[in-house]
């Protein structure tokens, strides 16, 4: 059998696009938690018989919103790389860039469980100097190592 060519599968640059849009939520937030921590820090002076000695802190209404919008953000992160691409194909980033992860076998979705280990697995991508990023700028079906490891690709819808 032979393979399909390369075009069939998303070009590389698409990729990194989606990754990028799929970021921006998770920065949105963690910006306002860290603008809300920082918007909100609290100056304590205190005055005993060395003189007067004042230190500046996060406000706890700071840590509260810091700690909140961090939960948001990986909430945010499971329901969109678990539910939403692991159900259709296409987490917010891929859909809009008009592609889907599915497996290599069957053409389907892969699901929550794995697509979340998908996710996870884009670690050994990084672990060797993010190299497993930029595999599929040479590789036939144009696989990241992540996606040989749980067996998926990537292909326009």
């Known amino acids: 059998m032979t393979q399909p060519p390369p075009e069939v599968y ?3 640059v698409n990729r ?22 920082l ?5 304590v ?16 209404l ?3 919103a810091f700690a909140v919008t961090w939960i948001l953000a990986v909430v945010y992160v499971i329901w969109n790389y678990g539910h939403q691409q692991g159900t ?3 987490s917010l980033g891929k859909n809009v860039l008009k592609f889907k992860v ?3 076998n069957t053409g389907r979705p892969i699901g929550f469980g794995r697509s979340i280990v998908r996710q996870l697995a884009h670690a050994v991508d990084a672990v060797i100097c993010y190299v497993g990023f930029l595999f599929p700028l040479w590789d036939a079906k144009r696989q990241t190592l992540a996606d ?4 998926t690709v990537c292909v326009p819808l």
């Open 102 to 104: 599915v497996a290599e």
């Open 45 to 60: 002076c205190v005055t005993d018989d060395l003189g007067d000695f004042c230190t500046a802190g996060a406000s706890t």
């Open 39 to 43: 918007g909100t820090r609290e100056t």
């Open 62 to 64: 700071g840590q509260v």
């Open 16 to 37: 990194v696009l989606a990754f990028v849009i799929d970021l921006i939520p998770v920065a949105v937030l963690q910006g306002i938690g860290y603008a809300l921590l």
């Open 88 to 90: 259709t194909g296409s």
């Open 148 to 151: 040989k490891l749980v067996k």
């Open 10 to 12: 998303t070009p590389w």
